[in-house]
């Protein structure tokens, strides 16, 4: 799921679900304030402010038990 390029359009939907319940603080500023990284270089949010990172390379080794 990681690797199939829709995690970044879920952890988006995410963001706007807790930004509308003011869980990332003041309400309508979620993503501006906070970044999500992803595999391959992409980032959604402010990428100055990288709070969260989802690296399909750990997941894997999780889900393998190498963990």
Aim: glycine share 12%; no cysteine.
């Amino acid at each position: 799921f990681a690797r199939t390029g829709k995690m970044p359009d879920l952890m988006r939907r995410v963001a706007h679900f807790a930004d509308a319940h003011a869980l990332l603080g003041k309400r309508g500023q979620g993503l501006t304030n906070l970044g999500i990284e992803f595999s391959g270089e992409k980032t959604i949010g402010n990428p100055q402010r990288v709070l969260l990172r989802f690296n399909h390379a750990y997941m894997q080794l999780a889900a393998d038990g190498a963990l």
